[in-house]
């Protein structure tokens, strides 16, 4: 099976049971497929970069699934003919790596210090030479 990941966008004026409903219909399909589900992600409404449908926000869903190219074709078709759903794209992410979380180490305080200090010194000192 392969690794996909789909991000739908639907109309921003939905209840939360119609939300619900078109997720449960996209889950069906995965496990009647016999797909994995992973994850199901309420991103919220979010603006859209252009008006689709005269709407110009719409409220995003990530899902993470594993499946077959079948599954894929059925899904979309799905999300095709529902009228709640704006846009929608497929990514196979089977052979991606997965990104590794990197902290960052907050610099400490005093040693900003001591470098801006520096910096400030030395132009002063090429200037007067």
């Given amino acids: 099976m392969r690794k996909y990941e789909t991000i739908y ?5 939905l209840s939360e049971d119609d939300i619900k409903v078109v997720a449960d219909k996209v889950q069906d399909v995965i496990t009647s497929y ?7 992600e309420d991103w919220g409404i979010r603006k859209l970069a252009y008006p689709i449908n005269k709407c110009a926000r719409g409220r995003y869903l990530y899902l993470r699934y594993d499946g077959g190219r079948e599954m894929i074709a059925e899904l979309e078709r799905r999300l095709r003919l529902d009228e709640k759903v704006l846009r929608f794209q497929s990514v196979n992410i089977t052979n991606q790596p997965e990104k590794p ?3 960052k180490k907050p610099v400490p305080v005093e040693a900003e210090a001591v470098e801006s ?6 132009p002063a000192e090429t200037v007067s030479e």
């Fill in 34 to 40: 016999k797909g994995d589900f992973q994850r199901l």
């Fill in 117 to 122: 200090a520096e910096a400030v010194a030395a």
């Fill in 101 to 103: 979380v990197v902290e």
């Fill in 9 to 13: 966008i639907l109309q921003p004026d």
